[in-house]
Nanobody
Framework: QVQLVESGGGLVQAGGSLRLSCAASGRSFSGYTMGWFRQAPEKVREFVAATSWCGGSTYYADSVKGRFTIYRDNAENRVYLQMNSPKTEDTTVYYC?????????????????WGQGSKVTVST
């Protein structure tokens, strides 16, 4: 059974830094794309960042480009989201997800497995 477990969320001051972590288990994730999305209440789930299996291709939403960094540790089946200089508008729940292959890494419906979410609150 595949499980994705996020950690590292919490309260952070605007301009500070926070790192989200996602541990994947239950199968081999060789060749899988790993990504982060976020969703505010009553809003559509929004793409944040994604990385290909080898890490050679990374993708970012314009809203986080230059501030957030996604990277993965395939030996540990983990993906991270380093959030630098967060803004109050980054406050929401963040989800990690994995997708077979690299079909459309920006599209939520292309992902096969999801974590339960980790709340991030950015204060002024």
């Amino acid at each position: 059974q595949v499980q994705l477990v996020e950690s590292g969320g919490g309260l952070v001051q605007a301009g500070g830094s926070l790192r989200l972590s996602c541990a994947a288990s239950g199968r081999s994730f060789s060749g899988y794309t790993m990504g982060w999305f976020r969703q505010a209440p009553e809003k559509v789930r929004e793409f944040v960042a994604a990385t290909s299996w080898c890490g050679g291709s990374t993708y970012y939403a314009d809203s986080v480009k230059g501030r957030f960094t996604i990277y993965r540790d395939n030996a540990e089946n983990r993906v991270y989201l380093q959030m630098n200089s967060p803004k109050t508008e980054d406050t929401t729940v963040y989800y990690c997800a994995v997708a077979r292959g690299n079909r459309s890494p920006l599209v939520a419906t292309m992902y096969d497995y999801w974590g339960q979410g980790s709340k991030v609150t950015v204060s002024t």
